[in-house]
């Protein structure tokens, strides 16, 4: 599970976060959805401990990541706006480095890499250099990075940003199974199909606040709207702090 309690961030005189506070739960996918510039990479960034909180608390499964940082990165995958894949190892190399990072024995982290490309369908570049790789082989690659060392919480910064249909239709797929193996997922979009078709929760923000949370269903009933994306306009213009 991942919580958000009372997060606020500042940059200078640009309040980019405040106050937000949200609970992503166990086999469950939720949403972090908002216009760009609203605070949502720089929530996920707090979560993931890349940046340290001005006020509030972030947690993993129970461990503040502020208190605990190694506890909490051994708890999450997490997939950033970049892929950062290192261009010089092949898509295995890739995947097995990180598996070591995470405390894996060298033999149990290829074991791992080898899974992640059955999985994931990588076989056509697993032996590659990423140099050389599609923006959906870094994307999958990136993602089994996040998973190598098989965290139960899995955060997601705009997954399917450049990625062709087939690429998110594969994705779609995988985050199904593994919510349904039970994990919690947090993942960011501004795209609204994307959304509608994946999330179970939904956290709406707007200006660095929460405005709405709850179900799809919810979020249309609660704006008087049929679609979600009309519920999403509405809900990011009236700032009521609906939750």
């Known amino acids: ?7 606020s961030k500042s940059f200078g005189k640009v309040q ?12 469950r996918i939720t949403g972090l959805l908002g216009p760009n510039g609203a605070g949502k990479s720089t929530t996920l960034r707090m ?10 608390q972030a947690l993993i ?32 190399e890739n995947i097995a480095y990180f598996g070591e990072l995470h405390g894996l024995a060298r033999r149990e982290a290829l074991r791992r890499a080898d899974e992640l490309v059955e999985m994931l369908d990588l076989a056509e570049c697993a032996q590659r250099k990423a140099k050389g790789f599609s923006q959906g ?10 998973l190598v060392h098989a965290p139960r919480n899995l955060v997601l910064d705009e ?30 979009s501004h795209v609204m199909q994307e959304v509608a078709m994946l999330c179970d929760d939904v956290v709406v923000i ?29 809900l990011i213009g009236s700032g009521e702090g609906l939750g």
Not at 47 to 56: E, F, S
Not at 65 to 92: K, N, Q, W
Not at 209 to 231: F, I, K, M, N, Y
């Open 137 to 146: 082989q870094r994307l999958k690659t990136a993602l089994a990075r996040a």
């Open 61 to 92: 499964d129970g461990h503040v990541v502020a208190d605990e940082p190694i506890a909490a990165r051994r708890l999450i995958g997490v997939l950033s706006h970049s892929s950062g894949l290192y261009p010089h190892l092949t898509g295995r």
């Open 206 to 234: 707007a200006h660095g606040t929460v405005v709405a949370s709850g179900s799809p269903d919810e979020l249309r009933a609660r704006s008087g709207e049929d679609g979600l994306e009309d519920a999403f306009v509405k």
């Open 47 to 56: 979560l993931c401990t890349v940046l340290q909180p001005d006020a509030g």
């Open 1 to 7: 599970m991942i919580e958000a309690r009372g997060l």
């Open 16 to 27: 980019a976060v405040r106050e937000v506070s949200f609970t992503a739960r166990d086999g």
């Open 159 to 188: 997954p399917t940003n450049g990625l062709d249909v087939m690429s998110v239709r594969s994705l779609r797929v995988l985050l199904d199974r593994l919510r349904d193996a039970g994990q919690c997922i947090l993942f960011s």
